[in-house]
């Protein structure tokens, strides 16, 4: 929905994870990379479930909550920002169906990094052109995160990439 909407705005020294807070989402592979990934890079959380508290709770043990912004629930101008603005997007759930979220960040022309498991985003996501596939390991997570904040040139091309990728999947509901 609202495919036009989508852009990209520029970049900020933040990772966004949007997403209902479940474990299968798997929020927690992002909240242990930052662990292992240096400032001023961030993570912007956006969502709500049944796992926000215990998300929010191992931020604080692992040290790293002043780095993790939860959002909660947001509007859709608000995300659509959140989205033209990201360095990145993580996107890692266990063995999704579809994946929305790999479309609004291939529609926002930014890289998206998801695991090896992820099931829907596999279909969308090309290794190292569009974005980036890693095993389910927070220190691969984070070495991908690492990748895209040491070199905002390469992903900034990954972004333009993934769009372009988009464009010619021709996805559209006329189409399907």
Known sequence: PHAERYGNEGTFPFILCPSRLESLKRQDLLIRAMVHVPEPVSAYIVGEGGMQESFRALAENLGVSHRIRFLGHTDQTQLLRLYAHCLGVFFGPHDED??????????????????????????FVLHDQTGLIVPPEPEAVAAAVNQLATNPARARQMGHDARSHYEAMDISWDRA
Do not use: N
Not at 100 to 120: A, F, H, N, Q, R
């Open 98 to 123: 579809y994946g929305y979220i790999t479309l609004e960040s291939m529609l926002s022309s930014k890289p998206v990094i998801t695991c090896s498991d992820s099931g829907g985003p596999l279909e």
